[in-house]
């Protein structure tokens, strides 16, 4: 458990994607651009998706250019299909994404496919990013529960996870999208996909609809995941499921995690101040606990 965890940042592109407040490219760049600072080095930046479909995700050639010249850091980009993957790759993008749901109901909601099909989508795409030795992370949508499907299995995420695993992806994020997982899910989730691909292998991306993710991730630790997707301020949500919050806040993992003693390389202080910035953008405060109270506290600490 004392292992370091690397944390990657999800707020650019899985946070701000489902913000209804327009979010400029510029704001976009400063927002990266702090969250490298405060020794977030693995972020996801954009997605090149139809900006019909995804409007805060429009321009995310201009931000990947605009981050460009930060040093130290990888920034990641989500690519759907081959001509995600032309425009990703003509931004100068060096890491990709592809994802997949564990739930039929969810891929036919989501990107109108079934999960077969999505995976024909982007099998072109491992294999050119392959050729061109580009690195691919394979996302896994639904794992713990579906808002269509109800409850999924294990097998059903291992299998798919096999697949992702099989194609090339190096590395496999499981996602409770939703967030209904509770700790004993999570742990029979990951011990089933473990079987074939190292813990090593895959990250946890739980959302915290239900303020379970944080005990997700500790059962997700003790199985020797290493790798957290997290969303400064707990940006986010799911269009498809009501109600639903934003991935897991990276505040309260770093506070989690530092208060266990595992390093995550990250100055809270630094990060506390690039959440800020950006709730003031989006006029609403972050729902991260940790940023709630440090905020409260430097409130009381000035008046």
């Not at 997605?47 to 130290?72: E, N, T």
């Not at 592809?98 to 989501?110: D, I, L, Q």
């Not at 990060?271 to 606990?289: E, H, Y």
Request: glycine share 10%.
């Amino acid at each position: 458990m004392s292992e370091p965890v690397r944390i990657v940042e999800m707020g650019p592109r899985d946070g701000l994607q489902n913000e209804k407040t327009p979010v400029s490219v510029e704001v976009r760049i400063a927002f990266i651009e702090a969250l490298v600072a405060a020794g977030l080095t693995t972020v996801e930046v954009g997605a090149f998706v139809s900006p019909k479909a995804i409007p805060q995700m429009a321009s995310s050639d201009a931000v990947l250019r605009g981050v460009s010249h930060v040093r130290g850091a990888e920034f990641h980009v989500l690519v759907p299909n081959e001509k995600g993957y032309d425009a990703a790759r003509a931004a100068g993008a060096k890491v990709v994404s592809v994802f997949a749901a564990a739930s039929e109901g969810f891929s036919r909601a989501n990107i109108n496919c079934t999960v077969a099909e999505s995976i024909e989508r982007f099998k072109p795409v491992l294999a050119r990013a392959k050729a061109d030795g580009v690195p691919v992370r394979g996302y896994i949508s639904c794992v713990l529960g579906c808002p269509f499907d109800g409850e999924i299995k294990p097998k059903a995420v291992a299998d798919l996870a096999n697949t992702l695993w099989d194609l090339g992806c190096y590395e496999i994020s499981l996602g409770d999208t939703i967030g209904v997982g509770t700790p004993t899910k999570a742990k029979d989730m990951l011990r089933a996909v473990a079987v074939n691909i190292p813990a090593s292998k895959l990250a946890m991306h739980f959302h915290d609809t239900y303020g379970q993710a944080l005990a997700n991730l500790y059962a997700g630790l003790e199985q020797g995941v290493r790798v957290i997707d997290a969303a400064a301020g707990g940006l986010g949500g799911c269009p498809y499921a009501p109600g639903a919050t934003g991935n897991v806040a990276t505040e309260d993992v770093v506070y989690m995690l530092e208060g266990m003693g595992i390093t995550t390389g990250v100055d809270m202080e630094k990060l506390l101040a690039a959440t800020n910035a950006m709730s003031s953008v989006l006029g609403k405060p972050p729902v991260s606990r940790v940023a709630s109270a440090l905020n409260a506290k430097k409130k009381r600490a000035a008046s």
